[in-house]
């Protein structure tokens, strides 16, 4: 693909400049229209049951994207107290929120219980814990299947390797725990790992988690996890997730289970990059190049701090580079290596990349920014956090997260 920029008019006749003359650079911008697709196809993931998808919102948890989601009939997944409340602020009622803690206080519990909100489990000692708080009560419990698969080390959350969840072995000891507080176990969930472009080893984890959801007795759901892929090498015609043959060979799965279970609880599925990821570039100003012992560097204000996924995972991202309001045709490729502001040596963009020659003024376009990109945003270097705008479905910009100021900055100091 030339330009992913123009084959979806990401910015739908508004002029990259005239964005970052108003917003600053860098800037997060989003596409309404691509921010609903992606929603709608997650929603339908499963037909002939009871589904439902929750958003991950760890991926992106501005208020506006969750009120998009709500509209669209998104359930939400929160990993914090602080996850819930703008779930409830932007109006998801307890029903649609679940909570899924990871070494948590009573505290953080108590604020899910007092808001109904159904939380899942993530160890036995949590168990207890919730069991002494909320005896007679109702809860889901994360089991770590034995496998785990994904893009980088650091997203694989199940398998041998990993903090998270209850080994299949302690599943008696949950039965135990449950039965001392007289407590509930409505759903099990599981999460194996993250950006899946195969289906085949979520299919895989799919099959076996079904498998161990029949050691539990009268479910009322069954969560399979997020993970599903993005094309970030769509310059270079990566294909997208395979959604629509996942989905029937994820119903066969299904239609197995339900015989031999009996009946078919509700089943669930918690998406956060497939939702956000693509509707969003990352709009900086490159403001230097140069050349050090042969690498041509381009120097941009986009830092680790404003997008830390491709210092932290080796992540990649495509970019696109815009003069002038035109996108850079992709011919004079040179080897480049993209850098922000940061003061280290691991704030890199992209390494030794063929990109058309970048010059100083030019607006580096990062795609696929959606995702865990301000989500994961700091003020490291003492840099305020940049704004996000959204482009909404009739072509307006619309800011839905100011840029921080010096000031904000300065809020919390006790001087
Ligand atoms: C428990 C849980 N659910 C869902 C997700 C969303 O994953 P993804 O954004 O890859 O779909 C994550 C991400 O790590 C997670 O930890």
Same mark, same amino acid.
């Given at each position: 693909?030339?330009?992913?920029?123009?084959?979806?008019?990401?910015?739908?006749?508004?002029?990259?400049?005239?964005?970052?003359?108003? *917003?600053?650079?860098?800037?997060? !911008?989003?596409?309404?229209? #691509? =921010?609903? +697709?992606?929603?709608?196809?997650?929603? %339908? /993931?499963?037909?002939?049951?009871?589904?439902?998808?929750?958003?991950?919102?760890?991926?992106?948890?501005?208020?506006?994207?969750?009120?998009?989601?709500?509209?669209?009939?998104? *359930?939400?997944?929160?990993?914090? !107290?602080?996850?819930?409340? #703008? =779930?409830? +602020?932007?109006?998801?009622?307890?029903? %649609? /929120?679940?909570?899924?803690?990871?070494?948590?206080?009573?505290?953080?519990?108590?604020?899910?219980?007092?808001?109904?909100?159904?939380?899942?489990?993530?160890?036995?000692?949590?168990?207890?814990?919730?069991?002494?708080?909320?005896?007679?009560?109702?809860?889901?419990?994360?089991?770590?299947?034995?496998?785990?698969?994904?893009?980088?080390?650091?997203?694989?959350?199940?398998?041998?390797?990993?903090?998270?969840?209850?080994?299949?072995?302690?599943?008696?000891?949950?039965?135990?725990?449950?039965?001392?507080?007289?407590?509930?176990?409505?759903?099990?969930?599981?999460?194996?790992?993250?950006?899946?472009?195969?289906?085949?080893?979520?299919?895989?984890?799919?099959?076996?988690?079904?498998?161990?959801?029949?050691?539990?007795?009268?479910?009322?759901?069954?969560?399979?996890?997020?993970?599903?892929?993005?094309?970030?090498?769509?310059?270079?015609?990566?294909?997208?997730?395979?959604?629509?043959?996942?989905?029937?060979?994820?119903?066969?799965?299904?239609?197995?289970?339900?015989?031999?279970?009996?009946?078919?609880?509700?089943?669930?599925?918690?998406?956060?990059?497939?939702?956000?990821?693509?509707?969003?570039?990352?709009?900086?100003?490159?403001?230097?190049?140069?050349?050090?012992?042969?690498?041509?560097?381009?120097?941009?204000?986009?830092?680790?701090?404003?997008?830390?996924?491709?210092?932290?995972?080796?992540?990649?991202?495509?970019?696109?580079?815009?003069?002038?309001?035109?996108?850079?045709?992709?011919?004079?490729?040179?080897?480049?290596?993209?850098?922000?502001?940061?003061?280290?040596?691991?704030?890199?963009?992209?390494?030794?990349?063929?990109?058309?020659?970048?010059?100083?003024?030019?607006?580096?376009?990062?795609?696929?920014?959606?995702?865990?990109?301000?989500?994961?945003?700091?003020?490291?270097?003492?840099?305020?956090?940049?704004?996000?705008?959204?482009?909404?479905?009739?072509?307006?910009?619309?800011?839905?997260?100011?840029?921080?100021?010096?000031?904000?900055?300065?809020?919390?100091?006790?001087?």
């Amino acid at each position: 693909m030339e330009s992913f920029i123009k084959a979806v008019d990401f910015f739908k006749g508004n002029k990259p400049e005239d964005i970052v003359a108003k *917003y600053g650079t860098p800037v997060y !911008v989003y596409n309404e229209d #691509i =921010l609903r +697709d992606r929603m709608r196809k997650v929603s %339908k /993931i499963i037909t002939k049951y009871e589904f439902h998808s929750n958003y991950s919102i760890k991926a992106n948890t501005n208020i506006n994207i969750l009120k998009i989601a709500l509209s669209e009939g998104l *359930y939400a997944d929160a990993m914090s !107290v602080g996850e819930m409340r #703008i =779930l409830l +602020d932007a109006g998801f009622p307890a029903e %649609k /929120i679940f909570f899924v803690s990871n070494n948590v206080s009573a505290e953080e519990m108590q604020f899910a219980i007092d808001h109904e909100i159904m939380v899942s489990i993530d160890s036995l000692s949590q168990l207890e814990q919730f069991g002494e708080i909320n005896k007679g009560g109702k809860c889901a419990v994360r089991i770590n299947p034995g496998v785990g698969a994904g893009h980088h080390e650091k997203v694989v959350t199940a398998g041998k390797k990993t903090k998270f969840a209850i080994a299949e072995e302690d599943i008696d000891r949950i039965f135990d725990i449950a039965a001392k507080y007289d407590l509930t176990i409505a759903g099990i969930n599981q999460h194996v790992g993250s950006l899946f472009m195969d289906p085949e080893p979520f299919l895989a984890a799919v099959k076996n988690f079904l498998r161990i959801a029949m050691k539990f007795k009268d479910l009322e759901f069954i969560d399979f996890g997020g993970g599903y892929g993005i094309p970030y090498h769509k310059l270079d015609d990566e294909k997208d997730f395979p959604m629509e043959s996942f989905k029937k060979d994820f119903e066969l799965l299904i239609d197995d289970f339900v015989k031999e279970y009996g009946y078919a609880p509700l089943f669930k599925t918690e998406p956060g990059r497939f939702v956000v990821a693509e509707s969003c570039i990352l709009l900086g100003r490159v403001h230097s190049t140069k050349q050090n012992s042969g690498v041509k560097y381009v120097g941009t204000d986009i830092g680790m701090n404003v997008l830390v996924r491709p210092s932290m995972y080796d992540s990649w991202h495509d970019i696109e580079f815009i003069r002038g309001n035109e996108i850079v045709a992709r011919e004079n490729m040179e080897e480049q290596t993209v850098t922000g502001n940061i003061c280290e040596s691991g704030d890199l963009l992209a390494r030794n990349r063929m990109l058309p020659v970048a010059q100083k003024g030019d607006l580096a376009a990062v795609l696929d920014a959606g995702a865990y990109g301000y989500a994961m945003c700091s003020t490291y270097n003492s840099r305020p956090r940049p704004a996000e705008v959204l482009v909404t479905s009739d072509g307006e910009l619309k800011c839905i997260r100011r840029a921080e100021t010096y000031e904000d900055l300065m809020r919390l100091f006790e001087v």
